[in-house]
C-alpha cells in the first residue's frame, strides 16, 4: 500500500508568484495504459511565467497545475503496461501538471534517462533539449560550416541551442546581455548585445554575407531583422513572442501576426524559409509519429549530454513548496540555466 501524499502547485488565476498555491491529495492510482511517476525534478520553463499571466497561447483554463516537463521515477504501472518499467528514471514532456510529488501519465510518452545522468541535469534538457534539437536538425538542418544567430545565447533554449550548434560544427553569433558576454565567448560565441541598438547592423559586420540561420524566441518587431540576416538557402525558426509577455489584450494576437508573417514570407519567391516552431506540432494528427520522434530526438539530447557536447545548465534547485521563490529567481533574469524543482 502506497503511503505517500501527494502535493502539487496550482496556478489559480492571473496572480503575483506567491499566489500559487499548494494543494495536499492522495497519489492516483495508475489506470490502463498509464504510469505513475514520482516526481524527482521538474522546472520553470518561460511558458510558466506566461500562464500565471494569462499570456500562454493555449494554455488551459484557471485552476490548474503547471508544469511543462519532468523526471522521475516509475512508482507504478496501469493495465497493458509492461511492469517492468517501476523503478526506472524517465523523462515526459507534459505542457501542465508536472509541478507535483507524483504525477500521471500515459506509457507511451515516457522516455527513459540513461544511467549515471542525474534528475536535475536530465531536467534541464526536456523541453529545451527538444525544442532545441527539432529546430536545428528538423527545421533549420544546420551542417558544419555554417553561421548561425541565437537570440537569447544565454538563456534555457539558446543555451542548448549554441552548444548543439557548435557540436554539429556551426560558428554561433548570440545575443545576450552584457554581463553574460564573457562567459559565452568562453564556449566560442561570438556575443552582441541585445540591448546596445542596432543588433542587426552588429550581426551583418559579423557575417556580411548572411547567415544559414537565425533561431528567435522574441517575435515582435524584431522579427522582421531577423529575417533580413538570412542569406539566401537561410532559414528563420520563430519559436515564442517574449516581446509580448508583459502585453494586455490578447494572447493569441502575437502568435497569429508572427504566424501570418511566416506564411506569408514563404510565399515569396526568395530562396528563404521561415518556421513558427511549435514542439506540440503534429500531436493531435499523428500522435504515434509525434511520441517516436520525441523519443529519438530526446535520446539523442541525453547522448549529447553523455558525450559532453552539451552541458546541463542549473541555475538552482528548490523544493516544489518555494515555487514562488522559484518563479520569481527564473523571472529575474539573473541566473543562466534553468531553475529546478524537487520534491
Known amino acids: 500500500m502506497n503511503t505517500e501524499g501527494l502535493v ?48 500562454y497561447y493555449d494554455q488551459p483554463p484557471f485552476p490548474f497545475v503547471p508544469g511543462y516537463d519532468l523526471v522521475g521515477t516509475v512508482l507504478a504501472t ?118 546596445a541598438g542596432d543588433v542587426a547592423t552588429r550581426i551583418r559586420e559579423l557575417a556580411p554575407r548572411g547567415v544559414a540561420a537565425v533561431f528567435d524566441h522574441v517575435g515582435g518587431r524584431g522579427i522582421v531583422d531577423s529575417w533580413r540576416l538570412l542569406a539566401p538557402g537561410g532559414t528563420l525558426v520563430s519559436y515564442g513572442s517574449a516581446s509580448t509577455r508583459d502585453d494586455e489584450g490578447s494572447k493569441q494576437w502575437p502568435v497569429l501576426k508572427l504566424l501570418f508573417r511566416v506564411w506569408l514570407w514563404n510565399t515569396l519567391p526568395n530562396r528563404r524559409s521561415a518556421y513558427f516552431f511549435n514542439v506540440w506540432a503534429g500531436r493531435a494528427l499523428a500522435r504515434n509519429r509525434f511520441r517516436t520522434r520525441l523519443r529519438t530526438d530526446l535520446t539523442q539530447v541525453f547522448a549529447a549530454l553523455q558525450r559532453g557536447e552539451v552541458s546541463a545548465q542549473i541555475a538552482a534547485q528548490l523544493p516544489l513548496t518555494r515555487a514562488a521563490d522559484a518563479m520569481r529567481l527564473a523571472e529575474s533574469g539573473t541566473v543562466a540555466g534553468k531553475v529546478v524543482l524537487n520534491p
Not at 499566489?19 to 492522495?26: K, Y
Open 78 to 195: 496501469g493495465e497493458g503496461v509492461d511492469p517492468g518499467l517501476a523503478g526506472t528514471r524517465v523523462a515526459a514532456l507534459l505542457k501542465v501538471g508536472g509541478w507535483a510529488s507524483h504525477v500521471l501519465v500515459d506509457a507511451a510518452d515516457v522516455v527513459p534517462v540513461p544511467a549515471g545522468i542525474g534528475a536535475a541535469e536530465a531536467e534541464t534538457l526536456v523541453v529545451n533539449g527538444i525544442t532545441a534539437w527539432q529546430m536545428l536538425h528538423r527545421k533549420a538542418r544546420v551542417r558544419a560550416g555554417d553561421t548561425v544567430v541565437v537570440h537569447g545565447a544565454n538563456g534555457g533554449v539558446g543555451s542548448v541551442l549554441v552548444q548543439l550548434a557548435q557540436a554539429a560544427g556551426a560558428r554561433v553569433i548570440g545575443t545576450a546581455s552584457e554581463r553574460h558576454h564573457d562567459a559565452l565567448r568562453e564556449r566560442g560565441v561570438a556575443p552582441v548585445d541585445y540591448r
Open 8 to 55: 502539487e502547485v496550482v496556478l489559480p488565476g492571473k496572480v503575483e508568484p506567491e499566489g500559487l498555491q499548494i494543494r495536499h491529495g492522495a497519489v492516483p492510482g495508475a489506470g490502463p495504459g498509464r504510469v505513475v511517476i514520482r516526481m524527482e525534478a521538474t522546472g520553470v520553463s518561460f511558458a510558466e511565467q506566461q500562464m500565471r499571466r494569462g499570456r
